[in-house]
Every structure is written in C-alpha cells, then in structure tokens.
C-alpha cells in the first residue's frame, strides 16, 4: 500500500498509539490535539507521551492543535476522541470537509445524553453519503505502540469502505479485517466498558476466577439482546469487536474500566478510583445510556443494569453482584 496521508483527530493514548503505529508503517501522520499545552509539549518532547512510556515520534507523524487546516490537508480522517466530544469535533471539521473524505473513527461508546451510536452521529451531522469507518477490536494502546501483534475489524455498511481503510492501515503487526457489521462493531465496543467494569469489581471482591468467566458470557448475550434492538444477528457479535474486546478488558489490567471495576470492587469511591487511573473511563458514560436504553425498551440486561446502579446510585458491589450470581434464569444464556 502507497504512503498516505491521514489525519488522527485527537491526542490521547490511543489517538497517538494509533499515529504512531501508522507513521511506523509509512503513512503521513498529522496527530491533532485540542490543548495547545499537551501539543507544545509533545513537540518538545517527541517522545515519552504520558501513558505510553518510551514510545518515540517518527519522524513521519506531527502534532498541530490547528484542526481547520488539518482537515482542509486531509481527506483521510481518523477520530480518537472520547465518545462525549464525538460530535462536537465532527461539528468543527465540517465546514472544511471535502465531499470523499473518509471519516474514520477509533473512540468507543454511545453519544451522551441520547444514546446514539457513532454513525448515527456521523450521518446526523454529515449526511448519509459520508465514506465512513470504525475501527475496533482488542486493542491495547501500549500493546499498539509497542509494536505487539494486534488485530481489529474495520466496519462498514459500505463493504468498499471498509475494504479500502483495512487495506490502507493493515500492517504485519496490525492486522485489519473488513466487515459490513458496523452496529454490531459499535455496540460491542461501547457494552465491552461496562462489562470490563463488571468483571473488576467481581475480581475487586476476590470472587474469582469462576464468577468472571460466568460474567463474561452472561454479558455477551446482554451485548447480543441489546443487539437485537438494532438489528443485529447473533453472530455479528462473535468476532474481534464483541467477544475479543470484552474477553480483552474483562481479564486483564491494562483496561481502565477493568481497573475501575476493581477499584470498587476493593471498597473505593468512584471519584478516587477515576483520579486514580486519570484517563477516559467510557464504560462509566455507556452505563448510563444503555440503562436509560433498556428502560425505554423494557430489557433484561442485569449486569448492566447492577453496575449502572454501583456507578449512580450507590449500590453495594457485593451485593451488587451476590444478586447477578443467584439470579436462577440466568443460569444459563439463552442467545436462539
Ligand atoms: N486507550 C486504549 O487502549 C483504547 C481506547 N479506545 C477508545 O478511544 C477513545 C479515546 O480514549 P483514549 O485516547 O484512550 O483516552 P485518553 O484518556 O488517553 O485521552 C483522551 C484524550 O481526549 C482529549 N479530549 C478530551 N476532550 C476533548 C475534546 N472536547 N476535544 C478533543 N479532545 C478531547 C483529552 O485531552 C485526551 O488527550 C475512547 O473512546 C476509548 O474507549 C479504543 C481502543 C483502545
Ligand atoms: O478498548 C480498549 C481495548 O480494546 C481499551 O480498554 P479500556 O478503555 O478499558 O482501557
């Protein structure tokens, strides 16, 4: 594939493990940040981003808090912004958006306060013949940035679309595979936060490794129910953006929902455990909005209804999860 030009519109880890990783492979990274400080100092700097020890820039990627003119030089977008400034940059970029620029995006989660998902945005916004993209699937930043072998889908209901931004970023340590499953691909990313919270705060209560496993597959059908009121087949849900993502954050530390979950779980208040990690925590924002979407489609998603409840209104997480763990219909999911 061709060197291209591409324009990743956020600054934060995976924005810059995402730059990074592509700059590695050739590409012409511009890495737009919203706060001139932080870009002054990865100017500066080119090196040691803040949590992404030791990663350095090549010499292929810059940094610009100037988003006008990097979307008017692009007509490759990537958007790694957190889920609640989705819009509002999608709003900033569009009076310079040219008619086949792709607007790809890696954040993960519903819009705040309506439950949109992030084409459902990007359409409102943009139209509905916009080239757009998700990119999702078990995918560490740090693992990114170190250069470890990883694998995501690229979705699209554009199959084309899909075809054309996984050929262009692939690489042999970054693995790409179209797909036209692109609500099935948002909703698993955005449902994988709030189970990852989940699972830390049954691992916080030193349940074990018994009660994860089972809060793993109970949540793959709360992700597949909540599937259905868009759509989706079951089997959308069992590739790298539905069962890979959620096995990745419920099992291991480098997830900062997971980590969240933990912190509960070990007697933390949430204010403490969110300073603590210091980064976006999306499940924190998704289980407010899957809890209002249950409500007004009257489902049956208890684990992400109980953590909605530790996270809002102050549940205990032991009882919490003592609840989820005796509920006899849930013995045993049932996904026909
Ligand atoms: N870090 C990871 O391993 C992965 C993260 N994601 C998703 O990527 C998205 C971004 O997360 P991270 O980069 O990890 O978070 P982060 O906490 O490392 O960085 C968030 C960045 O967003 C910036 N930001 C906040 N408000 C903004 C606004 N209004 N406009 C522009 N930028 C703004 C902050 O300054 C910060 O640089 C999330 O949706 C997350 O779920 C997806 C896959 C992997
Ligand atoms: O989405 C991720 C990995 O695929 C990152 O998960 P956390 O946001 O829980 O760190």
Known sequence: MSPKKIAVLGAGS???????MMARAGHHITLWGHNPSHIKQLKIDNSNVEFLPGTDFPSTLSVTDQLEE????????????????????LLKCKPQLKKDTIVSWITKGFETGTGLLAHEIVIETLGKDTKLALISGPSFALEVADNLPTAVVVASTDIEVATEVADIIR???????PTKHLASAEIGGAMKNILAI??????GLGYGANARAALITLGLTEMVQLGHVYNCS???????????DLV???????????RLGLQLGQGKKIDDAKQTIGQEVEGIHAAREVHAICEKWSLDMPICIQTYRI?????APDVAVRYLLSRAQLAEPQLD
């Open 70 to 89: 990097t979307v008017e030089e692009h007509d490759f977008l990537m958007l790694a912004v957190p889920s609640h400034a989705f819009r509002q940059t």
């Open 14 to 20: 995976w924005g810059t493990a995402m730059a990074v």
């Open 311 to 315: 996270l809002y209104e102050g549940l």
């Open 171 to 177: 690489n042999s340590n970054f693995l790409t595979f």
């Open 248 to 258: 990745l954050t419920c099992t291991d530390n480098k997830s900062r929902n997971r």
């Open 234 to 244: 079951e089997s959308s849900f069992l590739g790298l953006a539905g069962v890979g």
């Open 198 to 203: 989940a699972a830390g705060i049954s691992d």
